[in-house]
């Protein structure tokens, strides 16, 4: 089977790791896998691990040029394979600014679509693409909730059920060692600037006038969420450290020993499995879209996303290192129960086999 893994600027910069993690997973189970990437990806410093160099594309365009720019990477995915039949099975999407895309190349390469569900808000349009290419478009959740929303949204024999996971790590950093400096990252995509502003002042409050913490941000929460002109309104500027190009930088958040997480914004992100699976002590805003917030057992999660609320929260675990690593201990031995990323990568390879070989969605 030759498998295109389709991903947007957005996608490609903040979930580089699950891209790399599903295309060599892929390849162990023996399918050809092909990558086809944006040029110039926001905030791309490092480049992608692959087994083969990704076709790099244009995506930007007025919309009457997308045949052309979809042509231009069949050709290059050809030219790979030295095929000069159709050279791919399935065309697996990651991103919604890459769904138009993806139908293109699906009509390209005479093949279905498999198009990931993110997040909540993906839903409404993948039923308006679920009524124009019913018998070619498959629909996959990586999580439980947004799959019982999808078939509740009527695309329930469309859909599959493909949990994303993650890596747990065989001997992990035993957080909040007695005697050494302690670590917090806050990570978020920013969308939800109060939600940042909240849980950050939450965490200053935790922290009073500890001298034993040390505060990383990642960039996008910073920016876009506001924390750092809140960081100069609080005078906490030298507590903070900005974390540019996370995805660059990732092993260095996984060193930390607690990880706050305020979005709520019905979307999942591998950080915090990747958090969990290294064994950090989870703090994080109520999402009944994410399943893997188990409260007292993954995370520690906040009811109502005010300060009070996240200072309470983030405070019982700085006070307490003992319960900060049994939680940290327990998320990890979650992730190894149920999300482990070779049950994903399988869960995908059936998908595939399911739409173009042996399910309803087949078309050859």
């Known amino acids: 089977m030759r498998v295109l893994l389709l991903a947007d600027r ?58 052309i720019r979809a042509a231009q990477i069949a050709r290059q995915v ?39 569900v ?33 078939i509740r949204a009527g695309m329930g024999s469309q859909t599959r059920l493909t949990h994303w996971g993650a890596i747990a790590a065989q001997n992990p950093r035993e957080p909040f060692v007695d005697g050494q400096d302690h670590s917090v990252v806050l990570v978020s995509s920013g969308r939800d600037r109060d939600g940042c502003a909240a849980a950050f002042d939450g965490l200053v409050t935790a922290i009073g006038s500890r001298e034993d913490v040390l505060v990383f941000v ?3 929460a910073a920016e876009q969420g506001g924390i750092w002109k809140q960081a100069q309104r ?16 990732r092993d260095l958040i996984l060193r930390c020993d607690m990880l706050v997480y305020p979005d709520q914004r019905h979307e999942h992100r591998t950080i915090l499995l990747d958090a969990m699976g290294h064994g950090l002590a989870v703090v994080a805003a109520r999402d009944e879209r994410v399943s893997v917030l188990v409260p007292h057992e993954t995370a520690l999660v906040v009811d109502s996303p005010v300060g009070d609320q996240w200072a309470s929260k983030i405070g019982e675990l700085l006070e307490n290192p003992a319960e900060a690593r049994r939680l940290g201990q327990s998320a990890r031995v979650y992730i190894q129960q149920h999300r482990r990323m070779g049950v994903h990568v399988a869960s995908l390879v059936d998908a595939y086999a399911w739409m173009t070989e042996s399910g309803t969605l087949a078309v050859r």
């Open 10 to 67: 957005v996608f490609a910069a903040h979930e580089r790791v699950l891209i790399e993690r599903v295309a060599v997973g892929l390849v162990a189970e023996g399918i050809d896998v092909h990558c086809a990437l944006p040029a110039h990806r926001k905030g791309a410093s490092t480049p992608f691990t692959l087994a083969r160099e990704p076709v790099v594309y244009n995506d930007r365009g007025l919309a009457f040029t997308r045949s």
């Open 118 to 150: 993110w997040r909540e808000g993906m839903i409404e349009r993948a039923t308006r693409v679920h009524s124009r290419t019913p018998k070619t478009s498959g629909f996959f959740a990586p999580d439980t909730p947004i799959e019982q929303a999808l």
């Open 234 to 249: 609080l005078g906490v500027l030298d507590k903070l450290t900005v974390v540019e190009q996370m995805e660059d930088r």
């Open 78 to 116: 050809n030219r790979d394979t030295k095929s000069t039949e159709s050279s791919i099975d399935i065309v697996h999407v990651f991103g919604g600014s890459a769904w138009g895309m993806g139908k293109e190349l699906g009509e390209l390469f005479d093949c279905p679509v498999a198009y990931e």
């Open 218 to 220: 990642n960039a996008q």
